[in-house]
């Protein structure tokens, strides 16, 4: 076989059931052999084997790689041709480490001999994508070819997932090779820190630590992840949760690990988390820290984050998050859903029945002295009441992929999720953009359910172009757009701590007409909703429609993402906006330019 039909035969055999790329001269040989198995495979359906859909560029490529990783659990691919190609693919790749997303990206290259010459479409992918991805090969021994990418599958989806860059110089793809069927790579060092992680432990001695803290505990509270959901653990949450009455919060990525709905839920907490939610924190003797990494737009002042826990307990399966930011008590290391379930059963065994009546009690209070809510008597659409509306008729079953921005902290804020994989954002790296390719991306690993884009208009101009490649293959997706005329997240920036100097976020002169523009792209349903009195009529019938589906809403130009807790703030000092009632005075506290959103 060439190199190139032994790149597809393992694509193949990993069990994909589509592929995303974009074409150059260095993957040809690649691409011809996609061609030339589908039609060596045809399927009883009429459906190619390995379906290769084409974006409108390469980080549209990825994101919906990694759209389809984020939704399915399962590693997304991406084909990309060297140079252009793949450095468009630095960003995805990053984000997608960053929030820890199985993805492969097996990038064209160069011939060996022109690697280092400045030759046409040559850039020195292993050194730029090393950087940002979980590994990166460069496969310059063609024999090495077939274990190097079953390798890289394994390295992409295992311990703490990531993606994996494979860069395949064109001579690689075209030699002559013998298919083995079987083969790895050896990588002793990451197998034996994998093994360590995976058969590790929790022994007698330490679960009785654990749970002679949470008999002195008053107010425990498990601060939940996206390694729950990576680690496909929310049953093992939920079981522990409930079988000794510990609330929960999520981050942003662990959003969908625990169910919104229960009746131990604080959703989520943080930067823009639910102000009960942040109020817990505040309050409680006690933090289990599942799957979580103490991330700065949640801890905020580490000195300040939890001030009355006596007990932080940590689980993670990578140990360099222990005790990064702050310092714990009591940590394992090793799988969350294993080490859950070995905790439970040794409360259980010890018959550990612990009385948080009266923190129970307290939480209640405090999600009702101070719940979510926004202006429900204005004349212009607010951007919380078409997620409430959209949340009401999916009864929180869709899958929501989000841009970046305030559109993407209120569907955090007032969606449920009561299922993990159906909140796909950019969480640690914030790309915009990533909502429209990363929601084409789900469609595919999930055509039984609804998917949605909530988007700004700001974020959505990113990859604006993607939105020709749902039409192109029939794609039900709907696509929202909250149209504020602005960076609106950047403007209410501006507006608290910049003095109102609105410095190059307003696009009100721009003249994008989206409603064309999606029109001009196949969308056969596309509308402007401007008029409060229609937005539940509009909504409905949009999310309705067979097909392909693009609402354009304008929203209030004023409105905010509440609460906020600002840059140099804690808990305490959250700004809780207008309609969220506080129990401490706010601080606005100006920022530096420099000062993280």
């Not at 790749?93 to 492969?104: E, G, T």
């Not at 009960?276 to 000195?303: E, H, I, K, S, T």
Request: a negative charge.
């Amino acid at each position: 076989m060439s190199g190139a039909d032994i790149v597809v035969q393992v694509l193949a055999d990993e069990g994909l059931d589509v592929l995303f790329g974009y074409s150059g001269g260095a993957i040809l040989p690649v691409y011809d052999a996609i061609f030339r198995y589908n039609a060596e495979h045809p399927r009883d359906d009429g459906a190619e084997a390995l379906p290769l859909i084409v974006p409108a560029n390469e980080q549209g490529a990825c994101f919906m790689a990694a759209g389809y990783a984020r939704a399915s659990g399962r590693v997304g691919v991406a084909l990309v041709t060297s140079g252009p190609g793949a450095t468009n693919a630095v960003t995805p790749v990053r984000d997608s480490m960053a929030d820890s997303i199985p993805m492969v990206v097996i990038c064209g290259q160069v011939p060996t001999g022109a690697i280092g010459t400045d030759a046409f479409q040559e850039a020195p992918i292993s050194t730029i994508m090393g950087a940002c991805a979980k590994h990166v090969f460069l496969v310059t021994d063609a024999s090495t070819l077939e274990a190097t990418l079953r390798t890289a599958f394994q390295i992409a989806r295992s311990g703490r997932p990531g993606p994996v860059v494979i860069d395949i110089p064109k001579d690689v793809q075209n030699a002559p090779l013998t298919f083995h069927g079987s083969r790895e790579l050896a990588v002793r060092g990451y197998r034996s820190r994998l093994h360590a992680v995976q058969s590790a432990t929790i022994d007698d001695d330490a679960c009785a630590a654990l749970f002679a803290a949470l008999a002195r505990a008053e107010r425990p509270l498990i601060y939940a992840g996206g390694g729950v959901i990576a680690a496909e653990a929310a049953d093992a949450l939920r079981d522990f949760s409930h079988t000794y009455g510990i609330p929960v919060v999520t981050t942003l990525m662990g959003i969908g690990g625990f169910d919104t709905t229960d009746p131990l839920a604080l959703h989520m907490l943080g930067m823009h988390g639910a102000a009960y939610a942040n109020y817990a924190m505040d309050d409680c003797d006690f933090v289990f820290a599942l799957g979580a990494r103490f991330d700065d737009r949640v801890v905020g002042v580490p000195a300040q984050f939890a001030p009355k826990a006596r007990t932080i307990a940590q689980i993670d399966i990578d140990p360099a998050e222990i005790g990064k930011v702050k310092s714990v008590h009591w940590h394992h290391v090793g799988e969350l859903g294993s080490s859950l379930r070995r905790l439970a059963d040794y409360g259980r065994e010890t018959d550990f029945r612990p009385d948080y009546s009266a923190w129970h009690a307290h939480v209640a209070n405090l999600k009702a002295t101070h719940p979510m809510n926004f202006c429900r008597e204005s004349d212009l659409i607010q951007p919380c009441a078409v997620i409430e509306a959209i949340n009401r008729i999916t009864d929180g079953r869709a899958i929501i992929s989000t841009g970046v921005g305030q559109h993407q902290m209120w569907a955090a804020q007032y969606f449920d999720f009561r299922e993990p994989r159906r909140w796909l954002t950019s969480g640690s790296m914030g790309t915009m953009g990533f909502g429209l390719p990363a929601a084409i991306g789900a469609q595919f690993a999930r055509r039984d359910l609804t998917v949605i884009d909530i988007d700004g208009d700001a974020s959505i101009r990113m990859n604006i172009g993607e939105l020709e490649t749902v039409t192109t293959y029939g794609l039900p997706v709907k696509v929202v757009v909250l149209n504020n005329s602005g960076d609106g997240m950047v403007r209410q920036w501006q507006k608290l701590f910049f003095k109102g100097r609105f410095s190059a976020t307003d696009k009100s002169l721009h003249k994008k007409d989206f409603v064309r523009a999606a029109q001009a792209d196949g969308f056969e349903w596309a509308r402007k909703l401007d008029d409060v009195s229609q937005l539940e009529s509009t909504i409905a019938e949009f999310l309705a429609f067979a097909g392909p589906a693009f609402l354009e809403v304008v929203i209030d130009p004023d409105a905010g993402v509440y609460p906020m807790v600002g840059p140099g703030a804690s808990y305490a000092e959250m700004i809780t906006g207008d309609w969220i009632p506080s129990r401490d005075a706010p601080v606005a506290r100006e920022a530096a330019p420099t000062g993280m959103f």
